[in-house]
């Protein structure tokens, strides 16, 4: 079943930043544990990406292959073919083109993303994008009557890293009988091709 | 050694102050959960003053007061209650002046100058358990030496946060996690000043 993933970096306070703290600034030759959780090891399953506008524009301006040095750290070069080769929906209302391969703007916004496991075969999706867009899908992930309840999660994993960073993983914990509409965006959300 | 400011917080994922039903939330046990041990157990011999807001003082008042327990109860929490009876209670309130409970004062005024004077009498070190409002004071002061979080599996998308703005950011030292058994976290972190 294809999924829709959050990916995103935070502070404890909820808010998506890369603070300055002691050791975050380290640039290592290896991928850390963290870049290992965070990313390397879900390239296998992802094959779309939805970023917003800005993170669209900020990840090609640094990530694409064509900006790949030969002094990099080698893992550098995995993650740009990783986002090279996926598929990029664009969530934009004024951009008119991106200029990176398998990039598609999505004008409708997130309606029209939230629609494509349904409707298109593949690998998992994930989104980052800023706290606008998070807190989007996850709000659209609530919607109506489930939002005016709680999202109750399962924590499937934990890690503590060197520098005090934390990976946490979580599964969303969906309700049986919530109503069509929810049932409807619920397996919107998980694609479901049959 | 001066005496530590140690906050509790009691959230769900997004920062919201609260208790919420998820798988396991509702089982009672006759021993006291890993959060309990770390937030206040262990904390008996090194500590001896809490911190409150006022409805949290009423609330701890009525629940966990030794003559507000029921026979029914397990034996941690009558120790519990009679550590918090003999602890001095710090009740933090514009108007509230008089309790029945013992060893209370109450205090009014500006928080960091509260915080200053009872950093310098004697004692042990001090537990926040203040509720949001007075919590979220503490954190956009910088006051708290250390944080113990209780973090429940759930996005609760609205009440009250925790988190509030500041113009400075406060960087913290990670001192341990444990993750419990229906998916809470137990988070303990230090200020680095």
Redesign the interface.
């Known amino acids: 079943m294809r999924k829709i993933e959050l990916h995103t970096y935070i502070?404890?306070?909820?808010r998506t930043e890369f603070?300055?703290?002691?050791g975050s600034e380290e640039t290592e030759m290896n991928p850390g544990p963290a870049f290992t959780d965070k990313c390397a090891r879900h390239y296998d399953s992802i094959g779309t990406i939805i970023p917003g506008r800005s993170a669209c524009e900020d990840r090609q301006s640094f990530w694409s292959r064509a900006k790949h040095r030969d002094t990099e750290p080698g893992f550098y070069l995995d993650f740009r073919r990783y986002l090279d080769r996926s598929q990029k929906k664009v969530l934009s209302r004024s951009l008119m083109h991106v200029d990176w391969h398998e990039s598609r703007i999505m004008k409708r916004g997130l309606s029209e993303a939230v629609g494509l496991p349904k409707t298109e075969p593949g690998k998992n999706i994930a989104t980052g994008g800023g706290s606008m867009l998070a807190g989007a899908f996850?709000?659209r992930g609530?919607f109506d009557k489930y939002?005016l309840k709680?999202?109750?999660?399962?924590?499937v994993e934990?890690r503590?890293f060197k520098s005090?960073?934390?990976f946490?993983h979580?599964a969303t914990?969906r309700e049986k009988n919530i109503n069509e509409m929810n049932c409807r965006i619920a397996r919107g959300m998980e694609g479901g091709n049959s | 050694m001066t005496r530590k400011i140690i906050v509790n917080l009691y959230m769900?994922?997004?920062?919201y102050a609260d208790f919420?039903k998820?798988?396991g939330s509702d089982i009672q046990t006759d021993e006291p959960d890993e959060a309990f041990v770390d937030m206040w157990i262990n904390n008996y011999d090194s500590v001896d003053t809490i911190i409150y807001g006022r409805r949290m003082f009423e609330v701890h008042t009525n629940f966990h007061s030794e003559a507000a327990r029921k026979p029914t109860d397990p034996k941690f929490l009558f120790e519990f209650s009679r550590w918090l009876d003999r602890n001095q209670k710090i009740v933090l309130s514009h108007y509230m002046t008089k309790t029945d409970r013992q060893n209370t004062r109450f205090m009014k005024g500006d928080l960091t100058e509260i915080v200053s004077a009872l950093k310098q009498e004697p004692g042990k070190d001090i537990i926040v358990d203040g509720g949001p409002s007075v919590a979220q004071e503490f954190i956009q002061r910088g006051l708290a030496d250390e944080y113990w979080?209780l973090v429940f599996?759930?996005?609760?998308?609205r009440g009250k946060q925790?988190?509030g703005t500041m113009l400075n950011?406060q960087?913290?030292?990670?001192l341990s996690?444990k993750?419990l058994e229906y998916?809470?976290?137990v988070?303990h972190?230090r200020t680095?000043r």
């Open positions: 502070t404890p306070d909820g603070p300055d703290y002691p996850i709000q609530l939002f709680q999202q109750t999660l399962k924590l934990s503590a005090g960073e934390l946490l979580y914990v | 769900t994922l997004d920062g919420p998820y798988p979080l599996p759930v996005i609760l998308g925790y988190w950011q960087t913290l030292e990670l996690i993750k998916g809470e976290l988070l972190y680095v």
